[in-house]
């Protein structure tokens, strides 16, 4: 048996060639008696280091390979054993496999075994043989259902040799595992591939599955690196995404739920996990593709240059992945998953199964998990696009898209993500004049139908409605795009003019962009404050005749709907007139439209009042416009709820004396 020390150094055991013998009789004077692999013998071999030949005992000096022997190819097997590095004893290095019987029993057990190929010519595989630990329950089944004389034979040659080695391995992990602890030299025990792993990113609960794990070294010192995959999506499909994780490596023994990385079935509340993560498993289905969501939480900006993080509060936000490869870096490529077959999830099932030597050594919590995943299991339908149980639990926990209040792509995690609560009454309580919230109903909701075919000469020219909005600040130009929203219940994109950019082709880059995207969205554009844009032409100004080019270029193109607002439209350019559909100006408030304002705000929120229509009429004879008196509304609210008493004329005065600069 090799030392335990052997596994410091991972080798993976993979299927390799260790020599090439394009014939099987290198001896002249040796006659063969049996084809390749199939004397029912084992080629015992040693060395003295890595640098000598095979010999079939420990000689003090080595004089030929015996390996290239036509007796050794013969052999079922060939078994080499050499020096420990560290102990100086004889060790197992390694063993070839050649016999025809082995090889094709062994085709069933490391079916899907990532790296390995059991029909090469020189099976190798090397101490401590990874796979057949992996895969042992597997093994010592097949060793006690196989029926073939000859296949059980050299099995019988085998079985002692891999048990020998393996049986310990699996002692030390069990008593590992029941107390809950492990060493840096063991890690490889507790992992195989195909089992969920438990990992924390950025503070979320996540669920991996293992693909492959070894050893390694760099500057930093040793380390333990896990291979996973995990589920994401691309906007229409599902896949796997592949990543990695490393252990450090540390002294004595750890416990094992605090690594970085531990079997999924070990944590703690893991009936609790389950659920959780299955329901946001279940969440990021339904948010593949396109939606218009509410957040509230921290999301992700990543940048070439850094990751900042962010806090919103009920923000609005697409999702959108297809459109977010487009403009911001796109993810790694999907690895399909609907080419996963029952079968395979059945063959899965059986290797990392209750059976496997690690759930056996875990066999209470492991089955605590499996009872946890099975309260989630359903009726798996036929479409592509439906996730398993054990797939939702792999889901990743973050949704890419866009957040409308900062006007950046970015991550968002699927917890914080919910449905917009839509303001009802928004539309209804917007002070227009007569007619006017009728007529910009009609014209939006038709536009965003998109039913009408209508079309200009020129095909695709003139499809959108543009409508402009002028009058002073504080008359409600903004609130009717944003009730309008509200309203059709769509998204609304507000952007101010000035963030176009400052040159022609800044404005142009940054205005195909906004266009291109509330087109894709069906969203409401509005682009405030546009009075640079707006105004007459001169032949002395030709920096801003240029803006007014590209910009006018634009809108001719634009297929959605669009508010613009302008604070004074004294000097309007001729070329926007036959480009704008609906021109609304908003005169200053009178008093019967201010009342409506102070009623509103007064009334909104379930703050208790005791402003009375007396005090709502002198109020509104004073000459405020709508954000003046929302502003007033507002601080005065604060001043009642720091006096714990309802909201009366009083802390309205006491406002309005601030406002005015006459409180003494």
């Not at 601080?635 to 309005?656: C, I, N, W, Y």
Request: proline share 4%.
């Amino acid at each position: 048996m090799s030392d335990k020390a052997s596994s410091l150094a991972y080798h993976r055991s993979n299927a390799s060639s260790i020599s090439s013998l394009s014939e099987m009789s290198v001896d002249p004077d040796y006659t063969p008696e049996f084809d390749p692999g199939r004397r029912a013998e084992i080629q015992q071999l040693y060395r003295p280091d890595d640098r000598a030949p095979w010999t079939e005992s420990v000689p003090e000096k080595a004089a030929i390979d015996v390996e290239a022997g036509s007796y050794a190819q013969e052999c079922a097997f060939i078994v080499r054993r050499e020096p420990h590095p560290i102990t100086h004893q004889v060790a197992l290095h390694s063993i070839t496999i050649q016999s025809p019987f082995i090889k094709k029993v062994l085709d069933q057990i490391f079916e899907g075994f990532e790296g390995l190929n059991t029909q090469l010519k020189q099976l190798t595989f090397k101490a401590p043989f990874h796979p057949f630990y992996y895969r042992w329950h597997l093994f010592e089944k097949l060793c006690q259902d196989e029926q073939d004389k000859e296949t059980m034979d050299h099995l019988g040659l085998l079985q002692p040799i891999l048990r020998a080695e393996i049986i310990p391995h699996i002692e030390a992990m069990s008593d590992f595992v029941k107390n809950g602890v492990i060493s840096f030299e063991s890690l490889w025990t507790i992992f195989v591939p195909g089992m969920e792993l438990h990992i924390k990113i950025d503070g979320q609960d996540r669920l991996m599955e293992l693909t492959d794990s070894q050893y390694g070294a760099n500057m930093g010192g040793e380390y333990f690196s896990l291979e996973y995959r995990y589920i994401d999506c691309d906007g229409s499909s599902f896949g796997y995404v592949s990543s990695s994780i490393d252990i450090e490596k540390f002294e004595g023994v750890r416990k094992i739920v605090n690594l970085d990385a531990f079997p999924a079935h070990l944590y703690p509340g893991v009936e609790s996990l389950v659920t959780r993560l299955c329901e946001r498993g279940r969440k990021f289905e339904r948010l593949n593709g396109f939606h218009h969501m509410s957040y509230s939480g921290f999301y992700i900006a990543r940048t070439s240059r850094q990751i900042r993080k962010r806090h919103v509060e009920s923000s609005r936000i697409i999702i959108d992945r297809q459109t977010f490869n487009m403009y911001d870096t796109p993810g790694s490529g999907l690895i399909p998953i609907n080419s996963e077959s029952n079968a395979d999830l059945e063959g899965s099932e059986e290797v990392t199964g209750p059976l496997n030597v690690i759930y056996q050594a875990s066999s209470e919590a492991f089955t605590r998990y499996r009872a946890a995943l099975d309260e989630h299991k359903a009726t798996r339908a036929d479409a592509p696009n439906i996730l398993t149980p054990k797939q939702r639990l792999l889901c990743t926990s973050v949704v890419r898209g866009y957040c409308l209040a900062f006007k950046t792509w970015a991550e968002f995690y699927v917890d914080h993500i919910g449905p917009i609560k839509w303001s009802h009454d928004a539309f209804p309580r917007l002070v227009l004049p007569h007619g006017y919230k009728e007529i910009i109903r009609a014209f939006v909701q038709e536009q965003l139908s998109r039913e009408d075919d209508f079309d200009d000469i020129v095909y695709g020219k003139g499809l959108g409605f543009i409508m402009l909005l002028s009058g002073e600040p504080g008359v409600g130009k903004t609130l009717t795009a944003e009730s309008v929203a509200e309203e059709m219940r769509q998204p609304l994109y507000l952007m101010s003019a000035s963030e176009l950019g400052e040159t022609a082709t800044e404005v142009e880059e940054s205005l195909e962009q906004v266009l291109q995207l509330t087109n894709r969205w069906n969203a409401i554009l509005l682009l405030d404050e546009c009075d640079m844009f707006l105004e007459a032409r001169s032949t002395a100004d030709i920096r801003r005749n240029r803006l007014v080019s590209v910009f006018l270029r634009q809108l001719e193109y634009y297929r959605g709907v669009m508010f613009l607002t302008s604070n004074r439209i004294n000097d309007f350019d001729a070329a926007f007139e036959s480009r704008i559909h609906l021109t609304i100006h908003y005169p200053p408030l009178d008093t019967a439209s201010r009342l409506h304002v102070w009623k509103t705000f007064v009334r909104m929120g379930d703050l208790e009042t005791q402003l009375d229509d007396s005090d709502l009429d002198s109020l509104a004879k004073m000459e405020l416009n709508g954000r003046q008196i929302k502003n007033i509304i507002k601080t005065a609210r604060l001043l009642s709820k720091q006096d714990k008493a309802p909201l009366a004329m009083g802390h309205v005065e006491l406002v309005l004396k601030v406002k005015k600069g006459s409180f003494l």
